[in-house]
């Protein structure tokens, strides 16, 4: 692994995310002038690590969200974000903010593996929910997050929130038009040489898929439709790793994935996701000009310019004008960190997403059923499905 510029790239990326925090936090969150000014849903936001520093400069600016509590398990890493971001609480563990500054949202940015039983407390408590991914460690306890939140009623959305992009907005309008005639294969990839900051990425309930393959996953089941049967091959190819929390580590979890999906009526899919590729650009998702996903059929092709999490446009060629032309190059305000806002949004203002936390299960069930695949060499049936098309 090249630590040296993984290194680099991520103090970049946490540089300028954090530098962009305070300034934003500096001129608050409020009102365009002559408007009245929105409801503003009160947040707490738990895990104050790196994608913190994604999130908070967009919740801090949301004129939909308020701040008003931050909680991590490392005190230090609460109090210095709540300075940055100017948030008048910080808490070192769930139950302290929960019994303290009264908030609606819980935003749940902690280690992978602590998604779920955070959820069900927070949802316990009467808490609408923001997790990052996954929503739970499994599919079946993650449906059972679901069923306690509609009994509660309170809103559950996991990450990602690649189905919000214009450009998948474009891909998925392209398919229900038939531009691409009958739709064959899609291809998407997503991979990077693996975060150095904490350990959790690779022990029990991390790995590449859950962590990276989850973004084609969603935004490929989002303009495909649910996958009906996974086959996959996953495999370890770094078994010992050095990170910042832990030291040396022995990596326990794929770290390197190859999935099929079939989504049935004869289109097929293929993910793959590690945390041993070669990327020249780390986290900064606007530097990635490769086609990182591909649909094809009897018409047409489309390919995604960049990351699905951070695209640039859509290339697309048909038979009608078969030379690629470029669409969709406006992000229209979409940003990756978005999701807590734009659940804060939709709070407020009733403002439905895209994201459902039914597409999110699906994804996870989809990782599970991989892993079994590549266990037993078979392929394996999914279940689970969502509201599809997913298009506004
Ligand atoms: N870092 C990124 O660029 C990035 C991007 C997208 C999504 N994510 C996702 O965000 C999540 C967090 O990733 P990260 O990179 O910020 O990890 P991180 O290790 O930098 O931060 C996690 C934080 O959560 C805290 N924490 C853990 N258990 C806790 C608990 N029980 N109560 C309170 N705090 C607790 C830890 O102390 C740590 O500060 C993961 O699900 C990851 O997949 C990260």
Not at 65 to 70: D, P
Not at 169 to 188: E, N
Not at 276 to 301: K, Q
Request: aromatic fraction near 6%.
């Amino acid at each position: 692994m090249n630590s040296a510029s993984s290194k680099l790239n991520r103090r970049d990326f946490a540089k300028a995310t954090c530098l962009a925090g305070a300034a934003l936090a500096a001129s608050a969150a409020g009102s365009t002038p002559g408007q009245p000014a929105a409801r503003q849903v009160r947040v707490g936001v738990i895990g104050c690590g790196s994608v913190s520093n994604a999130y908070l400069p967009d919740l801090v600016k949301s004129p939909f969200a308020r701040v008003v509590s931050l909680c991590d398990i490392r005190p230090e890493r609460a109090r210095r974000q709540a300075e940055r971001f100017g948030v008048e609480r910080h808490y070192p563990d769930l139950a302290a903010m929960l019994g303290g500054e009264p908030f609606e949202l819980l935003v749940n940015l902690t280690d992978m593996q602590r998604h779920e039983e955070i959820n069900r407390r927070a949802i316990e408590a009467g808490k609408h929910v923001w997790s990052e991914k996954p929503i739970a460690n499994s599919p079946s306890a993650g449906r059972e997050l679901l069923r306690m939140a509609n009994r509660r009623g309170v809103r559950l959305w996991g990450a990602p929130i690649t189905v919000q992009s214009p450009q998948f907005a474009f891909m998925a309008g392209a398919l229900a038009a038939g531009r691409l005639g009958r739709i064959a294969a899609a291809h998407a990839e997503y991979g990077h040489e693996g975060p150095d900051w904490s350990a959790f990425f690779y022990e029990e309930g991390g790995g590449s898929m859950p962590d990276l393959g989850v973004y084609n996953l969603t935004s490929l089941t989002g303009l495909l439709g649910p996958a009906k049967h996974v086959a996959a091959l996953v495999n370890i190819v770094t078994p010992e790793r050095v990170v910042g929390d832990k030291g040396r580590i022995t990596v326990t979890e794929e770290d390197n994935a190859m999935l099929l999906l079939d989504h049935g009526d004869g289109v097929l899919s293929h993910v793959q996701s590690g945390f041993n590729y070669f990327n020249p650009h780390g986290h900064d998702g606007n530097r990635e000009t490769r086609h990182t996903l591909t649909v094809v059929g009897s018409h047409g092709f489309m390919g995604l310019v960049g990351y699905d999490w951070g695209p640039l446009g859509v290339d697309l060629a048909t038979k009608d004008s078969p030379k690629l032309e470029r669409h969709a190059t406006d992000a229209q305000g979409y940003r990756w960190e978005q999701g807590a806002s734009l659940a804060a949004e939709c709070l407020a203002t009733g403002k439905e997403l895209l994201v459902t936390p039914e597409h999110a299960l699906h994804v996870l069930e989809i990782i599970v059923a991989a892993r079994e695949s590549s266990a037993t060499g078979r392929r394996v049936a999914v279940d689970s499905g969502f509201k599809w098309p997913v298009i506004a």
